[in-house]
């Protein structure tokens, strides 16, 4: 389901786009959900109060990516799915994966170079230097949600200005 909200207060109209998928915990289900997200984030290019640069859409592709395959991995229960859930502003990408595995929380690798020989944690890496945040919260009834934001940066004018 895509929804687009328009909050209005006594300030400038600000114009929020939002993007909910529910997908399997699996890697297929994972991958659709990326190619998905990409594909709406790509429909937003057309707007032009949140068209981002093509950095910014790649580390935005990148995070999905991520945290759809660590929901896969590490957040799958039987019989239950995951949800991402985008939300787009002027000012930055929000980017929010849930699944119902609360009792396992996502930690980076030890040493924080991802090569400590483990196998798994590497990927939270990246996730902590492509976003300007990232952490997990609670999902009641047991699950959590993982999130990052980056910081939108407008593409440069074209004609090498």
Do not use: Y
């Not at 600000?14 to 998905?36: D, K, M, Y």
Request: glycine share 12%; net charge negative.
């Amino acid at each position: 389901m895509i929804q687009q909200t328009v909050t209005v207060t006594g300030e400038p109209t600000a114009t929020t786009h939002q993007f909910r998928l529910t997908f399997p915990t699996s890697r297929h289900g994972a991958h659709t959900a990326r190619h998905a997200a990409e594909g709406w984030l790509a429909d937003q290019q057309d707007c032009p109060e949140v068209a981002a640069s093509d950095e910014a859409t790649a580390t935005a592709s990148l995070l999905i990516a991520e945290l759809t395959a660590n929901a896969a991995l590490h957040g799958r229960v039987r019989g239950r799915h995951a949800r991402l859930a985008l939300t787009l502003t002027a000012d930055a990408l929000r980017v929010e994966v849930t699944d119902a595995r609360g009792d396992r929380l996502p930690e980076p690798a030890p040493g924080g170079d991802g090569d400590g020989g483990c196998e798994s944690g590497r990927g939270l890496l990246l996730v902590a230097s492509l976003a300007d945040a990232w952490g997990c919260e609670p999902h009641h009834p047991g699950g959590k949600t993982v999130w990052a934001e980056c910081a939108r940066r407008k593409p440069a004018p074209k004609g090498g200005a």
